[in-house]
């Protein structure tokens, strides 16, 4: 079942480390690869050779033991994970990765890791309620962390409540969903998409622009998931601080509105659905000074004049393409965003609310409400923007069914 996926396992020191045996028992009997890193203080609950035994490869859980290999230990182990999964994890362990703060192998290892970051809590009650522990998780969760939530019950040291950690069957469920959900079938295989993504800049002069705070971050993590569930992309993007992902077809950067409307329109046609990211400036400066406008006594006054609409004029020529606005508001969400369903063509739009934690320009989730064209509202808590993208390419890859 998890055949030809590396688990790293990294367990601290908490009476709970007991059961991470279990846990690395079982994922090793669907056919996962285990590898274990240990905290010092997990040492003092379970010997190191109870998971090497388990796990049939060496523990590491110490950062100047001569390594077994040429390679750098750490970082050869944080390349080769496909999932790193803490357990038990300690409020010393949550507490020290929302500090950025690497001073064993372990806490050094998810430092270098690009792979999914997966935590099972397990402590006290007081201690797991403790406003600054949950602001904590809360930070690593508004980075992407991913956490299973702690079981209530009589813990260790006889107080009753949350902070058990979570059974070990409902940890090892966690981790097979997960990777099933990451081998989704390629249901957009054969499907071509153009996706728009991060902030337009309107020149003022060669110095100065206008620009908004949009990172791209949610355009880009939809083409990453278009691009794994076998769609051909063509990612637009305005400028920004991202790799460009793997696997695209056309990549094509773009500075203004109007660079953006005649690269959509140009590549219209040759997809199938676009989806519409970018955050479009909606004015420019009406001249454009090709020298730099000196500092006077006065104040500068810049008259501005509207940009195209790129949606609505991608809306007047859809003829059969999927098309799917973003709607990022401050206010009035759902009734600014519904207005723009019709008067744009889509056939939905995501709209979020950016004065909500946890939903703005940089984070790496999103709060989101989808908005169909016949009315119909779809609300969602706080999700990974590669979530909120699944989420939007399962409604496109439906629409396209029923075409």
Known sequence: MLSNTTIIVGVTGGIAAYKACDVVSKLKKLNANIHVIMTESACEFVQPMTFQTLSNNFVINDMFKEPKTWEVEHIELAKRADAFLIVPA?????????????????????????????IAPAMNTNMYTNRIVQANIGALQDLGYKFIEPASGRLACGDIGAGKLA????????????????????????????????????AIDPVRYITNRSSGKMGYAIAKRAVARG??????????????????????????????Y?????????????????AVADYKPKSYSDKKIKKKDSDLSI??????????ELGKIKGDKVLVGFAAETNDVLENATKKIKKKNLDFIVANDLTMQGAGFSTETNIVKIIEADGRINEYPKLLKSEVGDIILDKVRDILENK
């Open 90 to 118: 300690t409020a010393n362990f949550i507490g020290k990765l929302a500090a950025g703060i690497a001073d064993d192998m372990l806490t050094t290892t998810v430092m270098a890791t690009r792979a999914p970051v997966i």
């Open 167 to 202: 059974d070990v069957d409902d940890i090892v469920a966690y981790m097979v969903d997960f990777f099933e959900k990451e081998a989704k079938v390629k249901d957009l295989v054969g499907r071509r998409i153009m996706i728009s993504a991060g902030p337009t800049i309107e």
């Open 231 to 260: 769609a051909q992309v063509t990612l637009v993007s305005g400028k920004t601080d991202l790799d460009v992902p793997k696997g695209l077809v056309k990549y094509i950067n773009i500075e203004s509105a109007d660079d953006l």
């Open 262 to 278: 005649e690269n959509l329109v140009r590549e219209f046609e040759a997809n199938d659905v676009v989806i519409q990211s970018a």
């Open 303 to 312: 008259e501005l004049c509207r940009n195209k609409d790129v949606a609505q």
